[in-house]
């Protein structure tokens, strides 16, 4: 069964240009949330997504951040007109269907931006 | 201030010692208290997850949460160098939105 897999591992832009990031959850799970780790910082949340509807998006960056996470096909995370403060890693991680209370999120392996 | 509070260390400690970790949070409506550990380079993994007050124990590893306190702790018995790595603390709030601490970087000296 794998685990919640994320691409590019890796990726570098230069100022301006647009990354995009993918996530692809683990099989059975259809929410996905997005977090940033900025160097020596702990995760941040960013948004959350169930098939098609954005739930949460408050730590969200109001302009050039977009999320979607379509019914067919992995989760996106575009980032457009990437600036240096954008570098950072960027995790992936999904549950099963809500249920009342808790369920686990399992994280996938990052992918670390750097702009140039 | 932040909403969890967590010393980043560096931690240090030889092999075989008790190693304890701790977070403290300000908002009580958190339910949920979650220990994750971070291999250099890797996405975060679960520990151990608790809700309310008290203790739980896997293995080596005894998670303990202090609702009154807003306190939580991580203990690690007889550390093996494989536990050097970075262990966050997160917690819920509302609809399933971890909120991390920052993190401690803990390294288990042979």
């Excluded at chain 1, 951040?65 to 096909?73: H, I, R």
């Excluded at chain 2, 994750?36 to 380079?41: H, I, L, P």
């Excluded at chain 2, 151990?48 to 998670?63: I, P, Q």
């Amino acid at each position: 069964n794998a685990g919640v897999m994320q691409n590019p591992r890796h990726l570098v832009r230069r100022r301006g240009q647009e990354a995009r990031l993918r996530c692809s959850p683990m099989k059975g799970h259809s929410h996905v949330y997005w977090y940033r780790q900025l160097p020596e910082e702990g995760l941040k949340f960013m948004v959350y997504l169930q098939k098609e509807n954005i739930i949460d998006e408050s730590g969200m960056p109001k302009e050039r951040f977009s999320a979607e996470f379509p019914k067919e096909g992995p989760s996106i995370l575009r980032i457009q007109q990437v600036v240096r403060g954008d570098s950072a890693a960027y995790f992936c991680a999904s549950s099963p269907q809500g249920v009342a209370g808790y369920n686990e999120q399992f994280f996938g392996p990052g992918t670390r931006l750097t702009v140039l | 201030q932040k909403e969890v509070e967590q010393d980043p260390g560096p931690l240090s400690v030889p092999e075989g010692a008790i190693v304890s970790l701790n977070c403290t949070y300000s908002n009580s409506a958190f339910q949920y208290f979650m220990w994750y550990r971070q291999y250099s380079r890797k996405g975060p993994e679960l520990l151990m997850y608790t809700y309310s007050s008290g203790n739980k124990e896997d293995g080596r590893f005894t998670a303990q949460v202090d609702k009154s306190s807003k306190y939580i702790s991580l203990f690690i018995r007889d550390s093996q160098p494989s536990d050097s790595a970075t262990y966050l603390c997160a917690m819920y709030q509302g609809a399933q939105k971890l909120v991390f601490g920052q993190g401690t970087r803990l390294t288990i000296n042979p």
